[in-house]
């Protein structure tokens, strides 16, 4: 689906295929000379309109680290939307830990770092992430992180949840797992979660003097995020700093 917008504005290069939600396209946009990924949707029902509008307030907020569309709409033939994104350079964290990258704790712990900023700038939007994983987090080694495919209002998780095609349930609480609503807390567990993941990856574990903070920011994540309503990411990352 969604020919017609790829054709008018985009070169398609690569077509990945479906999360469930929507189809991906790796195109290269003529007018600015310059890679993209488009994600054609489907799902054009109330939850699709609330999800565009939502997407156009994160542009206006500037939320620093978050991947937000260059473009998007409604497509005019077909029963669906579109959002364009800006090409990430770098790989997923989950595709840099699986050809074998060097993880030192350390690392993890500047990664903890800046997600922790990421997310206090997007909470105190008013909005969520809430699919915290390692394909959603981006890295340059010892450069910026980029989060992805956030949910970004609470009410679209269980929808969004019932889509997607391989969701990782490893990072939620188990109360949200349960049928609670998330909240800002469920962002601070998934953190939590994957820095006690990324550990196993690290290559001074057992020898780094950074080891224990990446377990204590691990356990204080989840210690946090535990009841996922409700999270201080900013307290947390003031925390990490001392």
């Given amino acids: 689906m969604g020919g017609e917008i ?5 070169a398609l290069l690569k077509t990945r295929g479906s999360n469930g939600i929507s189809n991906t396209h790796f195109v290269e946009d003529t007018l600015l000379g310059q ?3 488009v ?3 489907d799902k054009l029902d109330d939850m699709g309109l609330d999800y565009l509008k939502t997407f156009n ?3 206006e907020a500037a939320i620093p680290g978050l991947l937000v569309p260059f473009e998007g709409g409604i497509l005019d033939e077909e029963a669906g939307y579109y959002l364009a994104f800006p090409e990430l350079g770098e790989p997923s964290l989950g595709n840099y830990l699986r050809m074998g990258a060097p993880l030192s704790c350390g690392e993890i712990l500047r990664i903890g770092g800046k997600i922790l900023y990421i997310l206090e700038s997007l909470h105190g939007a008013g909005f969520c992430h809430l699919f915290i994983n390692t394909r959603n ?3 340059r080694p010892r450069g910026e992180v980029t989060l992805k495919d956030p949910a970004l209002k609470p009410e679209y998780f269980h929808s969004f949840l019932e889509l997607v095609a391989t969701p990782d349930f490893s990072c939620f609480t188990p109360a949200v797992m349960d049928g609670e609503s998330p909240g800002t807390g469920s962002d601070l567990y998934a953190l939590g979660r994957l820095v006690e993941r990324w550990l196993e990856y690290a290559s001074d574990a057992g020898d780094s003097g950074d080891e224990p903070s990446v ?3 691990a356990w204080r994540c989840m210690s946090a ?3 996922g309503r409700a999270g201080d990411a900013g307290e947390m990352r003031r925390e990490c700093e001392r």
């Fill in 6 to 10: 790829i054709a008018e504005k985009f």
């Fill in 35 to 37: 890679r993209a990924v």
């Fill in 39 to 41: 994600k054609i949707s």
């Fill in 57 to 59: 307030l994160t542009v």
């Fill in 137 to 139: 987090v981006f890295y």
């Fill in 215 to 217: 377990r204590w920011l």
């Fill in 225 to 227: 995020g535990g009841g």
